[in-house]
């Protein structure tokens, strides 16, 4: 018998994140600005938090808050490679404040704040249609993979690092993938290239739930925090969705994004 036991909480959440976030695409400029820093922002605290267990009280917040506010001030002063070194800059100076850990503390910081150069850049330059595909695909495999794999279960991806995945999950999120670019192929004027993109950045966000999931496992932690009912932190809510956004953000500069 399938065990969904935790899916109203996920929903309820789910439903209020989806309210939160459609207005904040639709609205763009400073209001998406704004909760990307503010998510960004919680996720390095919650990364903090996590790694360097023994900070005293006002360093995670510490290192937080400056992660909000320097995607936010760089995003607004810089653009192109320079913000690209800044932000890169920024991630090595907050990873040396760990006692330990500082290399993969670096590489998620790194991750975090390009992806939130991503999102905005996205939502600028290309529009709030190809927000919301992004977001489909993450938030589409990863039902895909809820409900497939507690439904049909079958062999575990990973069972080390994260044993609750299976590839009956991940396949489904594949598939959804696939159908999530025809849809969306005529309404953002793209061409067949969207699907093999669509299923690699879903790849990736497969990929950075499973990283988000060996680093709680080094920490010893069960959720990144208990800010979401039903979801856990924010890392556990939105590691799929940086991963997926920091490679949409690699293939927009190299210029295939839309091929």
């Excluded at 991630?91 to 150069?117: H, S």
């Excluded at 969306?184 to 499973?210: E, H, K, N, W």
């Excluded at 709680?216 to 925090?225: F, L, M, N, Q």
Aim: hydrophobic share 60%; proline share 3%; charged share 10%.
């Amino acid at each position: 018998m399938p065990e969904f036991s935790d899916l109203r909480a996920r929903a309820l959440s789910g439903a209020a994140m989806a309210g939160l976030g459609a207005g904040a695409i639709w609205l763009g400029g400073p209001v998406f600005v704004g909760l990307v820093c503010v998510l960004s922002g919680l996720m390095v605290w919650e990364l903090t938090r996590m790694l360097d267990a023994g900070a005293p009280f006002g360093k995670a917040e510490a290192a937080g808050f400056t992660a909000a506010v320097v995607l936010a001030v760089f995003t607004w002063r810089f653009d192109g490679a320079v913000l690209i070194v800044l932000t890169g800059l920024v991630a090595a100076l907050l990873a040396w404040r760990f006692p330990k850990d500082r290399t993969v503390a670096g590489a998620y910081l790194v991750l975090i704040l390009l992806a939130g150069l991503g999102l905005i850049a996205l939502r600028g330059e290309y529009g709030a249609l190809w927000v919301l595909w992004l977001v489909a695909l993450v938030v589409g495999s990863d039902v895909a993979g809820y409900f497939a794999g507690r439904t049909f279960g079958g062999p575990k991806l990973w069972p080390r690092v994260s044993p609750k995945k299976t590839w009956s999950g991940t396949v489904a999120g594949w598939s959804v993938a696939v159908a999530i670019a025809l849809a969306f192929m005529p309404v953002l004027g793209a061409g067949a290239g969207l699907i093999a993109a669509s299923v690699l950045i879903t790849m990736a966000g497969q990929a950075g739930d499973i990283v988000e999931s060996a680093i709680k496992r080094h920490a010893g932690v069960k959720d990144s925090s208990n800010l979401i009912p039903g979801h856990g932190g924010v890392m556990d809510r939105f590691d799929a969705l940086i991963a997926a956004a920091f490679v949409a953000f690699a293939l927009a500069q190299l210029g295939v994004l839309g091929a």
